[in-house]
């Protein structure tokens, strides 16, 4: 049998799984219950649901609107030129950020610096460590 501290451990995360599960179950339900309801009132109205239409996907805002850019901004004043990845860090540590996240943050940092470029506020220079990018004079 293996170490006791380690399949104590295992055990705890197996329950704690367990009980996600059976939440995200009841939150199924749930919107099961809504979703039949809104059909049923749309029949009321001589509205059959359309059966083809396509769900609309919602992600959470990580950034309010302006929030990125600005946040850059301030960390190209504060620090100088930097790589895209050190903004990267430097925003997912301002934000408190999980490290699954560094990917797409790592994409829309990069792709607003670009956005930046393109109005003449940041510039781009090769360097080492990849893109450096810093505020324009």
Known sequence: MGEPHVISALTDKRARILGEIEKAKDHLADL???????????????????????????????????????????????HGPQTTAQLRDAVMDRKSMPSEAQFDIHRRVFKAMQRQEVRGAVRREEGDGGVVWGLSA
Do not use: S, V, W, Y
Request: hydrophobic share 30%; aromatic share 6%; charged share 30%.
């Open 32 to 78: 099961q219950d809504q979703l039949a309801h809104i059909d049923g009132t749309m029949r009321l109205f001589d509205c059959p649901p359309n059966a083809e239409q396509k769900p609309i996907r919602t992600r959470p805002r990580t950034f309010n609107r302006g929030e990125l850019t600005r946040l850059l901004f301030d960390l190209l004043r504060q």
